[in-house]
């Protein structure tokens, strides 16, 4: 683990967590192919407590058929699930054997960023081991989360080969269900050698989009299901650029909430776009049928390509079964999905400050000289700024005041979507593309339509510190679409 200047930003407390930094010696050959379970292996907290040790490493995994050298925790893809409960403390013994440098972020927590928390600011070097302590408020929103790696200029190449895992935060009122599953949406490209893609120019600009979509490692897993069961659907959008329009056939669908944020009632809805980092808990009424998942494309008008749309295609299937071992209870049976608790509406509060924050990006066409000498990575990349300024690891570009409420007014000037995420800190929605949000929703991944703006409010509590906003477009937070924001 290196202490840099970055790290010096987000506080000198991180060298607590280390608890090893001698190099090790070349990785030994990968001894098998590994093949993903259909359910992410799940670790509980118990008594308070999760410990987790996890290994970010080479691995070589088997995706439709082809070996393909990804990039794994644990050795699988997706990694692990962390099921906790609010007010529980996660320590997550770190080693990196990737053969380059990286972290951790977890997605969504409203946990501190600095010292060796939720600290994005820190280099664990090739060899080296760290240790990560979470400590989760007993007031904290339960939801779906995730982690993955966030070191500047190098997130969406790690995520992209498949370093991401889901986290889970119980529910504080039983939702009962005859079966309960995260499903981690990605997606990948590789050769025929099965080395994984290099993006090319076109890709960073618009944010590189696998050919292969995965969900929990798989290329069109089949689930067995109950028939006319009712499930609920932990949904991560783990990939590093793509926006997907879900929806299904067979089943009828309620969303409980989006990110962090759950809603007073379940809504019923037909589909749903989900950006890079979101999350959405949907409740999946089952019929007698097979059930398909299935996504559109999402189109990005300044790709200067004829790109056909996709529609309808199928991610997953879930067949129904009335076998003895999935004897269960039908939807019918189940009690009814309880009302929550009424959400947190700050649009009544005093505003203490009113921001705007524009997200820039270069037009395509300023960019066609530059592609000769591109290397892997995203370091040549130019003009992804945010309020005309890219991204520097050693200048604070925002400082708010804590205990305060503020509004953000979010303005994208480009014509393609960018995904809003600020750390620690979850948005009121006020408004989305100019469109007014009527109740109250939380999120920590919005979504700022092309040539639109979208308009939040944040309630900067409990951590005096320093985190990060950026696009989860993870091309454009490399190539500098991110800032530093100080909340004392």
């Avoid at 609010?86 to 969504?108: A, R, S």
């Avoid at 879900?246 to 776009?273: E, I």
Wanted: proline residues 5%; aromatic residues 6%.
């Amino acid at each position: 683990m290196t202490i840099s200047r970055r790290t010096v930003l987000f506080g000198a407390g991180a060298a607590a967590g280390t608890v090893a930094l001698a190099a090790c010696g070349l990785l030994s050959p990968v001894a098998q192919v590994t093949v993903a379970p259909l359910e992410p292996n799940i670790l509980r907290s118990k008594n308070g407590k999760l410990v987790v040790d996890l290994v970010a490493q080479k691995t070589d995994v088997e995706l439709a058929g082809q070996t393909v050298h990804a990039k794994t925790y644990n050795g699988t893809l997706p990694g692990p699930t962390w099921h906790v409960q609010p007010g529980d403390e996660i320590t997550v013994n770190f080693k990196n054997q990737l053969g380059e440098t990286t972290n951790l972020h977890t997605h969504g927590f409203h946990v501190s960023p600095e010292g060796n928390s939720d600290n994005v600011m820190l280099e664990i070097k090739d060899g080296e081991s760290f240790t990560y302590k979470y400590q989760i408020a007993a007031d904290h929103p339960s939801g779906t989360f995730w982690y993955h790696p966030h070191h500047h200029g190098f997130a969406a190449d790690q995520v992209f080969a498949g370093l991401y895992g889901a986290i889970v935060i119980d529910d504080k009122e039983l939702i009962e269900n005859t079966f309960e599953r995260v499903l981690v949406i990605s997606d990948i490209a590789f050769d025929n050698a099965g080395q994984i893609a290099t993006p090319d120019m076109m890709s960073k600009m618009m944010g590189r989009e696998g050919s292969l979509v995965l969900v929990n490692g798989h290329n069109i897993p089949t689930f067995n299901s109950l028939t006319n069961g009712r499930e609920r659907w932990r949904i991560v959008n783990a990939c590093t650029s793509r926006f997907v329009n879900l929806h299904v056939s067979g089943a009828t669908l309620q969303l409980l909430g989006m990110d962090s944020g759950r809603y007073q009632n379940a809504k019923d809805f037909q589909s749903l776009v989900l950006a890079p980092g979101n999350r959405a808990d949907i409740v999946a009424t089952m019929s007698s049928q097979e059930v398909q998942l299935m996504f559109d494309s999402i189109a990005h008008p300044d790709a200067m390509m004829s790109t056909t749309p996709i529609t309808n295609q199928v991610i997953a299937k879930f067949t129904p079964s009335d076998s003895a071992s999935d004897a269960g209870p039908a939807a019918s049976d189940l009690a009814a999905l309880p009302v929550g608790t009424k959400p947190r509406d700050i649009r009544g509060k005093a505003v203490i400050a009113k921001r705007n924050f524009s997200l820039e990006m270069p037009a395509m066409g300023s960019m066609m000289g530059g592609m000769n000498g591109m290397g892997s990575t995203n370091h040549a990349m130019t003009g992804f700024t945010i309020n005309g300024e890219a991204f520097d690891m050693t200048k604070v570009n925002t400082t708010v005041a804590m205990n305060t409420i503020e509004e953000w007014t979010i303005t994208n000037t480009s014509n393609m979507s960018h995904p809003f995420h600020l750390h620690v800190w979850p948005m009121q929605l006020l408004s989305v593309g100019g469109d007014a949000i009527a109740d109250a929703q939380w999120q920590d991944v919005v979504i700022v339509p092309p040539l639109s703006t979208s308009v939040v409010r944040i309630a900067f509590e409990n951590h005096s510190a320093n985190a990060v906003y950026h696009c989860h477009i993870l091309d454009h937070e490399d190539a500098g679409m991110m800032g530093i924001i100080r909340a004392k």
